[in-house]
């Protein structure tokens, strides 16, 4: 019964700042729909492009249907048919790179300008197709193996390293934000005068924090999904605990930030300074191994870096979040740290 | 009976200020006590001191028997508080505002929240947010948010600043009903009419020094009298030239008014009854053979008290 009573103003604080959120518009789309809106972009910028298919022109009549069931299927090449003045004059424009010819008797012509350079290649290839059909056996058995596999491709790098962003941003902005505000409204004073424990109303940000944090998590990965085809290979609840992890370190800095700032010009500009160069340093876009050896040690201390290093070795290395030991205590460290640090800072006049 | 606040050489001082100047104040239980002064006067620094967020320079400090540095978590408990021109959250209803602020009570010792809405007339306004709440309304959230505790003692500043005339009204009849059910009240206002109409005593500060103390009434009658003639004539008279009438208990030379240069010649005449003084003042001004320009007689109000002791108007600061 004590308990209860002793923990209700956190839940209300909780209840409180949750309410508020979803009641406001614009703090719903800057955390949900703007970083979906980032993700599309850049999706769409470095999504998997195949290279065009190589065109072929097939002169009509004679042995040409047994040429084109034995091209039809092949990856890379259109083939169509046309009578052998079109295919000639498409030959000349460059709009086909090769022309086949398929008497009824007699020998199958490839016609082809050898100075382009898709165009042997292209001859070979056809003409596998059509010797394979007409009987002949390869002795050796092979197999083919692309480079560019599911979960390798640039998009499944930037997936948890845009949930990074996502997080601090969200983190820092809102916790910071709101506070400063409220002490510009003298809210925080009429709280300090109240009984309520002091540390209930920050600790209410990260208690929000476990309703958010999920939901982020989800929208983006479920949309990187879809969307992408970006898989976690590890644990999702490994995932998720890395996501509070995260951004209740975040959430410290944007306490640490907002801890003494009388406007939110001065909190802008403390956030910029804290958020701008982890968002550079710390490999959300980029990897931050393009950064010199000497920096490295350093970069690694940094809560995004130790975020992006993690989640990126769970989501996309299938890695257990026990062999994750320095970058979780890297985020613990940031978490308590700045928390106790903003606590006696904390000015709530 | 132990008082409600006892206040002795209370000092804060800013760095580029000296905001409260050794104040010696004593409010009583149950009372509703006043602290009056133009802007600046250190008024809020002084209630905001007895509310705990602001530390004394110097002087001692006890609030219901109990000291700041020593027992701040019980004090809280224990009082009430609205600030001057809080915000409050903006996108809470009223009800859901009222409800937070409750958790922060224990249990046995708040207010029902309903009584509350009824009380202060917030009723239809449960479900509104605070952002859409009209001055009058959040102003009487903000009274509402200071008693959920049901506290003994209720701090108020500046409680209808900027208040239409009928909100100012509703808002009076809400604090003196809290006076009547033996809650200790203090309020700061820069208002005399409200003084006059809610406080059973009140300080008069300026420059953060308490000027003057007691009933309204009291410092009313120490002018030398209830009513006022302010006069002036054509020639002027020098104030001597109206000693001795019968009925008048004193004549000053007014200053100030920002009413031009014929301001500064008025008269200010305390009586105690018009129709005693105001016969023999015509009979004096027509044998000296001077013209009235402007002849007033009114009641007196802390206005004129506050203007006799520190030759400025409230309004002027």
């Given at each position: 019964m004590?308990?209860?009573?002793?923990?209700?103003?956190?839940?209300?604080?909780?209840?409180?700042?949750?309410?508020?959120f979803?009641?406001?518009p614009?703090?719903?789309?800057?955390?949900?729909?703007?970083?979906?809106?980032?993700?599309?972009?850049?999706?769409i910028?470095?999504?998997?492009?195949?290279?065009?298919?190589?065109?072929?022109?097939?002169?009509?009549?004679?042995?040409?249907?047994?040429?084109?069931?034995?091209v039809?299927?092949?990856?890379?090449?259109?083939?169509?048919?046309?009578?052998?003045?079109?295919?000639?004059r498409?030959?000349?424009?460059?709009?086909?790179?090769?022309?086949?010819?398929?008497?009824?008797?007699?020998?199958?012509?490839?016609?082809?300008?050898?100075?382009?350079?898709?165009?042997?290649?292209?001859?070979?290839?056809?003409?596998?197709a059509?010797?394979?059909?007409?009987?002949?056996?390869?002795?050796?058995?092979?197999?083919?193996?692309?480079?560019?596999?599911?979960?390798?491709?640039?998009?499944?790098?930037?997936?948890?390293?845009?949930?990074?962003?996502?997080?601090?941003?969200?983190?820092?902005?809102?916790?910071?934000?709101?506070?400063?505000?409220?002490?510009?409204?003298?809210l925080?004073k009429?709280?300090?005068?109240?009984?309520?424990?002091r540390?209930?109303?920050?600790?209410?940000?990260?208690?929000?924090?476990?309703?958010?944090?999920?939901?982020?998590a989800?929208?983006?990965?479920?949309?990187?999904?879809?969307?992408?085809?970006?898989?976690?290979?590890?644990?999702?609840?490994?995932?998720?605990?890395?996501?509070?992890?995260?951004?209740?370190?975040?959430?410290?800095?944007?306490?640490?930030?907002?801890?003494?700032?009388?406007?939110?010009?001065?909190?802008?500009?403390?956030?910029n300074?804290?958020?701008?160069?982890m968002?550079?340093?710390?490999?959300?876009?980029?990897?931050?191994?393009?950064?010199?050896?000497?920096?490295?040690?350093?970069?690694?201390?940094l809560?995004?870096?130790?975020?992006?290093?993690?989640?990126?070795?769970?989501?996309?290395?299938?890695?257990?979040?026990?062999?994750?030991?320095?970058?979780?205590?890297?985020?613990?460290?940031?978490?308590?740290g700045?928390?106790?640090?903003?606590?006696?800072?904390?000015?709530?006049? | 009976?132990?008082?409600?606040?006892?206040?002795?050489?209370?000092?804060?001082?800013?760095?580029?200020?000296?905001?409260?100047?050794?104040?010696?104040?004593?409010?009583?239980?149950?009372?509703?006590?006043?602290?009056?002064?133009?802007?600046?006067a250190?008024?809020?620094?002084?209630?905001?001191?007895?509310?705990?967020?602001?530390?004394p320079?110097?002087?001692?400090?006890?609030?219901?028997?109990?000291?700041?540095?020593?027992?701040?978590?019980?004090?809280?408990?224990?009082?009430?508080?609205?600030?001057?021109?809080?915000?409050?959250?903006?996108?809470?209803?009223?009800?859901?505002?009222?409800?937070?602020?409750?958790?922060?009570?224990?249990?046995?010792?708040?207010?029902?929240?309903?009584?509350?809405?009824?009380?202060?007339?917030?009723?239809?306004?449960?479900?509104?947010?605070?952002?859409k709440?009209?001055?009058?309304?959040?102003?009487?959230?903000?009274?509402?948010?200071g008693?959920?505790?049901?506290?003994?003692?209720?701090?108020?500043?500046?409680?209808?600043?900027?208040?239409?005339?009928?909100?100012?009204?509703?808002?009076w009849?809400?604090?003196?009903?809290?006076?009547?059910?033996?809650?200790?009240?203090?309020?700061t206002?820069?208002y005399?009419?409200?003084?006059?109409?809610?406080?059973?005593?009140?300080?008069?500060?300026?420059?953060?020094?308490?000027?003057?103390?007691?009933?309204?009434?009291?410092?009313?009658?120490?002018?030398?009298?209830?009513?006022?003639?302010e006069?002036?004539t054509?020639?002027?008279?020098?104030?001597?030239?109206?000693a001795?009438?019968?009925?008048?208990?004193?004549?000053?030379?007014?200053?100030?008014?920002g009413?031009?240069?014929?301001?500064?010649l008025a008269?200010?005449?305390?009586?105690?009854?018009?129709?005693?003084?105001?016969?023999?003042?015509?009979?004096?001004?027509?044998?000296?053979?001077?013209?009235?320009?402007?002849?007033?007689?009114r009641?007196?109000?802390?206005?004129?008290?506050?203007?006799?002791?520190?030759?400025?108007?409230?309004?002027?600061?």
């Amino acid at each position: 019964m004590k308990m209860t009573e002793r923990w209700r103003p956190l839940w209300a604080l909780s209840v409180a700042r949750i309410t508020q959120f979803w009641r406001e518009p614009g703090a719903v789309f800057w955390t949900f729909g703007f970083p979906l809106l980032i993700t599309v972009a850049l999706g769409i910028a470095f999504r998997d492009q195949s290279p065009p298919a190589s065109r072929v022109a097939l002169v009509s009549g004679g042995g040409s249907a047994a040429v084109a069931d034995a091209v039809k299927g092949v990856a890379g090449l259109a083939v169509e048919t046309d009578d052998a003045a079109t295919a000639a004059r498409r030959l000349r424009s460059g709009e086909v790179l090769l022309v086949i010819e398929a008497p009824a008797a007699g020998p199958v012509l490839y016609r082809f300008d050898p100075t382009r350079p898709d165009a042997p290649a292209v001859r070979r290839l056809i003409d596998d197709a059509v010797q394979r059909r007409a009987g002949r056996r390869d002795p050796v058995a092979t197999r083919d193996e692309t480079a560019v596999a599911r979960g390798a491709r640039y998009v499944d790098w930037l997936i948890p390293g845009l949930l990074g962003m996502q997080l601090l941003n969200g983190a820092m902005w809102g916790a910071a934000f709101s506070i400063v505000t409220s002490r510009q409204r003298k809210l925080l004073k009429r709280l300090a005068a109240t009984p309520m424990q002091r540390g209930h109303f920050l600790l209410a940000f990260r208690v929000a924090g476990l309703v958010f944090v999920p939901l982020q998590a989800a929208v983006l990965f479920g949309f990187a999904r879809l969307a992408f085809g970006v898989n976690i290979a590890g644990s999702l609840i490994a995932t998720l605990l890395l996501a509070l992890l995260g951004s209740w370190s975040f959430a410290g800095l944007g306490l640490l930030c907002a801890s003494r700032a009388q406007n939110s010009e001065t909190a802008n500009g403390l956030i910029n300074l804290v958020t701008l160069p982890m968002l550079v340093f710390s490999g959300v876009f980029f990897s931050s191994s393009r950064f010199p050896e000497a920096l490295q040690p350093v970069i690694r201390l940094l809560p995004l870096s130790a975020f992006n290093e993690a989640l990126r070795h769970v989501v996309n290395d299938g890695a257990s979040i026990f062999s994750q030991g320095f970058p979780i205590g890297v985020l613990v460290a940031w978490a308590l740290g700045s928390s106790i640090l903003a606590l006696r800072l904390f000015r709530w006049t | 009976m132990q008082a409600a606040i006892r206040i002795e050489g209370l000092v804060k001082k800013y760095p580029d200020v000296i905001a409260v100047d050794g104040l010696d104040l004593e409010v009583r239980r149950g009372e509703c006590f006043g602290l009056l002064g133009p802007n600046g006067a250190g008024k809020t620094t002084t209630i905001e001191i007895l509310e705990g967020l602001l530390e004394p320079t110097a002087g001692t400090v006890e609030v219901l028997g109990r000291r700041w540095d020593r027992e701040a978590d019980a004090l809280r408990a224990r009082i009430g508080v609205a600030l001057q021109e809080t915000r409050l959250f903006d996108r809470l209803t009223v009800e859901e505002t009222l409800r937070l602020f409750r958790t922060f009570y224990a249990d046995g010792s708040a207010l029902d929240v309903e009584t509350l809405l009824a009380d202060m007339q917030l009723g239809e306004k449960r479900r509104a947010w605070v952002m859409k709440l009209s001055g009058g309304q959040r102003q009487r959230l903000a009274v509402a948010l200071g008693l959920i505790g049901d506290p003994e003692l209720l701090f108020l500043d500046e409680p209808t600043t900027g208040l239409d005339p009928q909100s100012r009204r509703a808002l009076w009849d809400t604090i003196a009903s809290l006076r009547d059910r033996g809650k200790t009240v203090v309020l700061t206002t820069h208002y005399m009419d409200e003084a006059e109409q809610l406080c059973d005593r009140v300080a008069i500060v300026d420059h953060g020094k308490r000027i003057a103390l007691g009933t309204p009434s009291e410092l009313i009658e120490e002018l030398g009298g209830h009513h006022l003639i302010e006069l002036i004539t054509d020639p002027p008279l020098p104030p001597d030239a109206l000693a001795g009438l019968p009925g008048v208990r004193a004549v000053r030379q007014m200053t100030g008014g920002g009413e031009g240069d014929g301001a500064a010649l008025a008269l200010s005449l305390s009586i105690d009854e018009p129709h005693v003084a105001l016969p023999a003042l015509v009979a004096r001004l027509g044998e000296r053979g001077v013209r009235p320009t402007r002849l007033m007689s009114r009641t007196a109000t802390l206005d004129d008290v506050f203007l006799s002791l520190t030759g400025r108007t409230l309004r002027e600061g």
